[in-house]
């Protein structure tokens, strides 16, 4: 089965600027996560979807953050204004359900580096 | 908050030996746990779970061992390879309030190193 898809693998942007990234989960899965991960760190949860609807944003920051799930497939997330502090992986995962007491599958993320 | 943590940043061991990685956590809500491997590069790969009903679970070449009462994982991996260099995570899983989404919230994971 094919994997969590995520694009693109790197980008470089000034600070100021807008960036977006997409993910197409795993078929079929109707949970789907952003989580963001710098250098030396765990993955932060920034988002989480079910289906084409938030089941929770509660560490997005909702001030240059967005994301949406339109289709309850395919999802993008947005910033702008990017920061410096934004420069990080942002990886995106799937899962059969909300639960969650089941594996979630990620991909392979986005580099991000903000200068 | 609470948070899920490890003890050791790093960890290096000589090819052949076992390997123990050791990972605390706080949230006593917390039921389902998961190690995850991430190689340089690449996206966190599932490698066992267990289930708080459970002490220990074994898999090909790993096992888990979880002890609720002290709140603690181990990820064991036998006979370690050149292959199993990586960053692990233990990663919890739980519901912030009743009847919400459950999330799955991760450690700051351990840089296993392998020595020829």
């Known amino acids: 089965e094919a994997g969590v898809a995520q694009s693109p693998r790197y980008k470089i942007i000034e600070k100021r600027q807008s960036v977006a990234f997409w993910c197409n989960p795993i078929s079929g899965h109707a949970t789907l996560y952003w989580y963001q991960q710098i250098l030396g760190q765990g993955p932060k949860l920034l988002i989480q979807?079910?289906?084409?609807?938030?089941?929770?944003d509660s560490q997005l920051p909702k001030d240059r953050f967005s994301a949406e799930r339109l289709k309850g497939v395919d999802s993008t997330l947005k910033i702008q204004p990017a920061k410096l502090e934004d420069s990080a992986v942002y990886l995106c995962?799937?899962?059969?359900?909300?639960?969650?007491?089941?594996?979630?599958?990620f991909g392979q993320g986005t580099r991000l580096t903000v200068v | 908050g609470e948070s899920v943590g490890l003890h050791l940043p790093t960890l290096s061991v000589q090819e052949g030996d076992n390997s123990i990685i050791n990972c605390a956590y706080s949230n006593s809500a917390s039921d389902y746990f998961i190690w995850y491997k991430q190689e340089s590069g690449k996206g966190p790969q599932f490698i066992i779970d267990?289930?708080?009903?459970?002490d220990k679970r074994q898999g090909q070449r790993v096992t888990v061992l979880l002890n609720k009462t002290v709140k603690h994982l181990s990820l064991q991996i036998a006979a370690t390879q050149p292959g199993d260099s990586a960053v692990y995570f233990c990663?919890?899983?739980?519901?912030?309030?009743?009847?919400?989404?459950?999330?799955?919230?991760f450690g700051s994971g351990t840089q296993l190193t392998v020595l020829p």
């Open positions: 990663a919890e899983n739980w519901s912030p309030h009743s009847g919400s989404a459950r999330q799955l919230t």
């Open positions: 267990i289930r708080s009903n459970m």
């Open positions: 995962a799937s899962s059969l359900s909300r639960q969650m007491n089941t594996e979630a599958f």
């Open positions: 979807f079910q289906n084409n609807g938030v089941v929770d």
